[in-house]
């Protein structure tokens, strides 16, 4: 494929004091379950998690509800029956549509390594912006392909089927994305929010995208809040290792 066209949208989780935004989180749980999951499935993600304080942050007894909405396989029992807590989400419905749980870490919006690394360290490597393109990305397509041609066009999507007519004497491709075998999911009003928070397609996107970052790095406010403790740790370390370095070596100097 060729390149693909992503958007630099800004997210709360960015950089080395990002936050993920909870009520953001609960919004994109919303889009995700009204409409990827009649066709995607988190089949990593455990159902509790959603009570985690550094997720979405659903009180107990909102995880309970939320769990019956699905179905799983019970060993035991020999037969299907309502999932609780415990339980992960369910795999993919539809046996062509990737599992999302990663999805984020899995793609790439930005591409490298360029420099020093400090655009990666500052935005991250773009995952839920690919994602997020991916929903906004389905435009009309180029003037070169011809009006049958199989799927929908897209021009983030890269891995894709693109018609010959789009292509240079050597087989590259001449137009940004390719074609996806996934209809556009979302548009503006799909789903609505009862505080009647924005819903439009970029926010809708935005959101459900933000919502796949957390469930491929659950434990990333965790990770950041350690490492931030480590640098203060070792700042006042370095200090301390200084002034003991100068007060030993004073009587022989
Ligand atoms: C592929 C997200 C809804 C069917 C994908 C991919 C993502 C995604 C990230 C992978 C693209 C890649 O490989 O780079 C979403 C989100 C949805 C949603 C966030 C909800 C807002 C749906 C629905 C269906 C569906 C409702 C079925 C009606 C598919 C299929 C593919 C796919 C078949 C594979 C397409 C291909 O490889 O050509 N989706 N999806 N998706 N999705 Fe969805």
């Known amino acids: 494929g060729g390149a693909g066209h992503v958007e630099d949208y800004d997210f ?15 919004r994109g749980l919303k889009v995700y379950t009204e409409v990827c999951a009649a066709c995607h499935g988190l089949k990593f993600v455990p159902i509790r998690t959603l009570g985690d304080a550094g997720g979405p942050d659903l009180p107990a007894d909102q995880v309970r509800e939320y769990a019956k909405l699905y179905e799983v396989y019970d060993e035991e029992l020999e037969d299907f ?45 773009g995952g839920p912006e690919y994602i997020a393109s991916l929903m906004t990305g389905y435009v009309d397509p180029p003037a070169c392909a011809p009006d049958d041609f199989d799927g929908y066009y897209n021009r983030a999507f890269t891995a894709g089927g693109i018609p010959a007519e789009c292509k240079d004497e050597n087989g590259y491709s001449k137009i940004e994305g ?11 009003g799909y789903v609505e929010f009862d505080d009647g928070h924005e819903n439009d397609l970029e926010n809708l996107s935005k959101d459900v995208s933000a919502f796949l970052m957390w469930t491929a790095e659950p434990k990333m406010m ?15 370390l370095a200090v301390l290792l200084y002034l003991a370095n100068k007060r030993l070596w004073a009587p022989i100097k």
């Open 81 to 125: 029956r309502e999932a609780k807590p415990v339980d992960h989400f369910p795999e993919s419905a539809l046996e062509n549509a990737p599992d999302l749980s990663l999805m984020a870490k899995a793609r790439a919006g930005f591409h490298g390594p360029y420099g020093l690394g400090i655009n990666q360290l500052m935005k991250g490597m």
């Open 178 to 188: 390719s074609w996806i075998g996934m209809a556009p999911p979302l548009d503006d």
């Open 12 to 26: 709360s989780f960015e950089g080395p004091f990002g936050t993920f935004d909870q009520n953001q989180l609960q």
């Open 222 to 236: 965790a990770r950041k809040q350690a490492g931030l403790t480590g640098v203060l740790f070792l700042t006042v």
